[in-house]
């Protein structure tokens, strides 16, 4: 690259950097100055020893990790027997799985609040356990476009079609395969999925809102519209947890497979 070329290059890496993070530098030292004589945390001591932080926040991530679990039990299977069995599903497969994308929260909340209300044939929402539950599969669709993909893109580096054939072979049935022949040599995809799913759920708050469960994005909300310091610094909070899921997820992808699957 010529001196020129690489000059302008580190200029629009600066600018880049600089639109990122200087809002972001703005928030940090904003939620410092909650005292006039000078910059403290007490405003991250206020968030932490706040007992609706730690509420909801261990509500959203139970709720997340089993909104994992399911995603997972649903999607590992519906693309493995996609990608060996059933190719000519596979667009239609894909659009499905993008509908979350297309279909706003508030309709599929009001969706699931009209189908499983208390005079419903399934009463959900008439109490709190099926509410929880129901919040949890809304999450498994939010996820779904996040976690079939990178599963998919799992399944494109292994040979699924030899692999499944040799199991078969030795007498393994089809869970078998799945479980213990699958999913090991997909685990790193199936992760980063998790981890997207997770980063999700943790500041999702629609859903959570309208079926009035405790989660953490309905608290985000009211700290911000009812003190001043504090959203700054749950704002702060937010992006470290959101970046080290992403950080996972890289962390992750230098061990993932890197030869590409067998088309023979």
Known sequence: MKPRGRLW????????????????????EFSLRIRREGYTFDAYINVFSDGRFQATFLYSLFVGLAAILVGIFIVVPAAYLVRLRLPALRPIIEFVTLLP??????????????????????????SGLGTDI???????????????????????????????EAANI?????????????????????????????????????IASLLNRPAFGPYLQNV????????????????????????MIQLLARFAPKTAARTD
């Open 170 to 206: 030795l007498g393994a049935n089809q869970w078998t395969i799945i479980t213990r022949v699958i999913f090991p040599n997909i685990i790193v995809a199936v992760l980063s999925g998790a981890f997207l799913t997770l980063a999700i759920v943790m500041g999702e708050f629609t």
């Open 134 to 164: 129901l919040l949890t599969f809304g999450y498994v669709a939010l996820a779904l476009p996040y976690m079939y993909r990178a599963v998919d893109t799992g399944l494109r580096t292994i040979d699924v079609q030899t692999l499944t």
């Open 9 to 28: 290059a580190w200029v629009i890496f600066a600018l880049g950097a600089a639109y990122f993070l200087v809002p972001l530098l703005a928030t940090f």
């Open 224 to 247: 911000g519209a009812n003190r001043a310091f504090e959203p700054a610094a749950l704002a702060i909070i937010s992006f470290v947890f959101t970046w080290g899921a992403m950080g």
């Open 101 to 126: 994308l297309i279909i706003p929260a508030i309709i599929l909340v009001f969706g699931y609040i009209k189908l499983y209300n208390s005079s419903s044939w399934l009463p959900l929402t008439s």
